[in-house]
């Protein structure tokens, strides 16, 4: 899961703003192999050149798209905007499954979650250094993407496991997407929930990391959501496209050194920061795209959080991991590897 921000109606121009994106973009993406006539054009939307998102553009460079027919196109979206985009037919796919979530809680959205990309939440709450155990930021403010944003009410919840009313002893403060690190190191700040990358900046500047979200809470992170359109309509792009990504997910756990290297050219980071982020989290990916349903009702309850409402919504409404599982004994029974 991520943060995931309120899904509004598409706007009228919203086709001609994604073309724009999309040829802002094309210089930023490996080639596509060979003549993508015959290929399928798929639309993928990223939130942000985050590691687990490596996987789409490893998919296609690897050629594991173009196996399944498919010409992927990477283009980086907002995610409220991407599931607007699927919505309108400009996207097919999302890495932004938690907007997905958000939407379909809100308003019955027609949209699945259909991989999902880690079974450990990658946010971390970081303090000043002397602050050194969970009570004492009775009182303190943390820095925030959003007080209604998903990483905020799973630290509410590791907040009560340790102690604190969650609700009334700590201030969460929204600094708006990205500026956690800067609030903290600021001194503004006592705590801070960072992603990976922001957090080996504050624990190289002396700050203190109190808890990995990933070992704290049982929920998911970096989701691929489509349209039930898509999948009741064209199952076999569905299909293909989550095949192709299982195959990436897969290359992630085996070749470090590919890894790496696509990670240097996708987010453009150090090889040491490539590496370092690599052996922290690569043992987070899923290895077949699933999680088990413990981990989606615990998605759930925190989207109703979000959208504050008591209406269940059924694991079967939001997730569709049929698709993943025929890959994986699919793969499995070809002995496939990458």
Request: hydrophobic fraction near 40%.
């Amino acid at each position: 899961m991520e943060n995931a921000p309120s899904v509004r109606r598409c706007p009228e121009r919203l086709g001609q703003f994604l073309v724009l994106i999309m040829i802002l973009c094309l210089p930023l993406l490996e080639p596509s192999f060979g003549n993508t006539q015959s290929l399928q054009i798929v639309n993928m939307a990223i939130p942000a050149r985050s590691f687990q998102m490596v996987i789409y553009p490893v998919a296609q460079q690897k050629g594991y798209m173009k196996e399944e027919g498919l010409d992927q196109r990477v283009i980086f979206v907002a995610p409220t905007t991407s599931i607007q985009a699927m919505l309108g037919g400009d996207v097919q796919f999302t890495g932004a499954g938690s907007s997905a979530l958000v939407s379909m809680a809100r308003g019955n959205t027609p949209l699945k979650v259909v991989v999902a990309t880690n079974d450990r939440v990658l946010q971390w709450l970081v303090t000043r250094p002397e602050i050194t155990t969970p009570k004492e930021l009775k009182g303190k403010k943390i820095a925030t993407t959003g007080v209604g944003a998903i990483a905020t009410f799973m630290a509410k919840q590791v907040l009560t496991k340790h102690g604190l009313d969650a609700n009334k002893d700590v201030n969460y403060l929204d600094v708006g997407q990205g500026n956690q690190l800067t609030a903290l190191l600021g001194g503004g700040f006592d705590a801070a929930i960072l992603s990976v990358e922001q957090r080996y900046v504050a624990l190289d500047k002396g700050m203190r990391e109190m808890f990995f979200m990933g070992n704290e809470v049982k929920n998911s992170w970096g989701t691929l959501a489509t349209t039930d359109k898509l999948i009741k309509e064209n199952p076999k792009i569905v299909a293909g496209f989550v095949r192709a990504t299982i195959k990436a997910l897969r290359y992630l756990r085996h070749d470090k050194e590919g890894t790496v290297s696509a990670m240097l050219k996708f987010s453009g980071v150090s090889r040491q920061q490539a590496t370092r982020v690599y052996d922290d989290i690569i043992g987070t990916f899923t290895s077949n795209g699933v999680v088990d349903e413990e981990t989606q009702r615990n998605d759930l309850a925190i989207i109703r959080q979000v959208v504050n409402t008591s209406e269940t919504l059924p694991n079967a409404r939001a997730y569709d991991f049929s698709f993943a599982l025929e890959a994986e004994q699919q793969l499995n029974r070809s002995g496939w590897k990458p």
